[in-house]
Nanobody, 124 residues
Framework: VQLQASGGGLVQVGDSLRLSCSASGDTFRRYTVGWFRQAPGKEREFVGTIRYNNNIVYADSVKGRFTISRDNIKDTAYLQMNSLRPEDTAVYYC???????????????????WGQGTQVTVSS
């Protein structure tokens, strides 16, 4: 499956942004889609994931502010980000796997397919 992330940009503290992850090349509904982010000089960080069965897991740092969803008709996953903070500034990636297990959802090494990343900058 091929993934393309989009929707990033420059926003102010407290603003909202919605990222999209468009998929092609395989049956999208079979895949768990994860969102990760990476700030300069930092490790890639788990943001959240939505499983093929629509179960969702969030990182504690975004819980209550970010919402993940998917539209299997449009072959697209979404990351709705509200109440953005400067520490949310990063390149955001979507990733997918059709074989990932529950214990590995937060591990970026467990995702086999990656989008190209989209920059989110939150200015104070």
């Amino acid at each position: 499956v091929q993934l393309q992330a989009s929707g990033g940009g420059l926003v102010q503290v407290g603003d909202s942004l919605r990222l999209s992850c468009s998929a092609s090349g395989d049956t999208f509904r079979r895949y768990t889609v994860g969102w990760f982010r990476q700030a300069p000089g930092k490790e890639r960080e788990f943001v959240g994931t939505i499983r093929y069965n629509n179960n969702i897991v969030y990182a504690d740092s975004v819980k209550g502010r970010f919402t993940i969803s998917r539209d299997n008709i449009k072959d697209t996953a979404y990351l709705q980000m509200n109440s953005l903070r400067p520490e949310d500034t990063a390149v955001y990636y979507c990733a997918a796997s059709s074989t990932i297990i529950s214990s590995s959802l937060r591990n970026h090494h467990s995702y086999h397919y990656w989008g190209q990343g989209t920059q989110v900058t939150v200015s104070s």
